[in-house]
């Protein structure tokens, strides 16, 4: 008889909260790179060759690809990290204990762990805030040439905005990377389980079993 597979409903949803926030971040990521190295034209001074090259989509389209798929990550993001409050706060004072001289010492890998989060949601907070700016102050392209909120100078010049939103998004990637690579096996796991679950699962003692009885989530901080 074949092994019924059971997923809490908690769990569940953790993982389709992490998988928009991947999603999101996919999108993001790739039209950022995209934009990275096919910059506007006032990016390169107005002397850009390779403006007008098309990958894919129109330029267009990847500015609409970008700016949604951050959107779909913030907002996911912003509803892991409410989820997973106690968790942040248990770590945070787990990680600032450890610091002390008498307090109980985090492993090395505990350790290293609690540094590529804390340079993921840095460098997201700075992207996301960078990216706001960008999102009401958009490019004379974007607006068909037509903005006169093209430069705000907001704090910071736009081409200072440029680069802060640039390469901390560059640091966010590469540390979502590092973090993915850590929790593959967890990923793969929950995820193979997610949608084995799903599926019509065999009876046990007389009754029909649901995909939505019990499967804590060993990583309530991933």
């Known amino acids: 008889m074949s092994k019924q597979i059971r997923m809490s409903m908690q769990t569940r949803k953790n993982w389709l909260i992490d998988a928009a926030v991947a999603l999101g971040g996919v999108l993001a990521a790739l039209s950022g790179i995209y934009f990275l190295f ?15 090259i098309t990958i894919l989509f129109s330029r267009h389209t990847w500015s609409d690809v970008h700016i949604w798929g951050g959107v779909l990550m913030v907002a996911a993001i912003a509803v892991h990290f409410a989820i997973h409050w106690q968790w942040v706060k248990r770590m945070s004072g787990r990680t600032v204990s450890a610091m002390l001289p008498k307090g109980n010492k985090l492993s090395k890998g505990a350790l290293f762990n609690v540094a590529i989060d804390a340079l993921i949601g840095i460098s997201f907070l700075i992207c996301a805030l960078s990216g706001i700016y960008f999102l009401f102050a958009p490019s004379g392209g974007f607006q068909g040439g037509h903005n006169p909120g093209w430069d705000p100078n907001f704090l910071f010049s736009r081409t200072t905005w440029d680069l802060i939103h640039t390469w901390s998004g560059v640091v966010l990637v590469i540390a979502a990377v590092v973090h993915f690579a850590i929790h593959w096996r967890w990923v793969k796991n929950v995820t193979v389980r997610f949608f084995l679950s799903l599926r019509p699962q065999p009876k046990a003692n007389g009754l029909p079993a649901t995909g939505g009885a019990t499967l804590a989530s060993n990583e309530q901080g991933s």
């Not at 096919?38 to 007008?52: F, K």
């Open 38 to 52: 096919l910059p506007s034209g006032g990016y390169q001074g107005g002397r850009n060759p390779t403006y007008g």
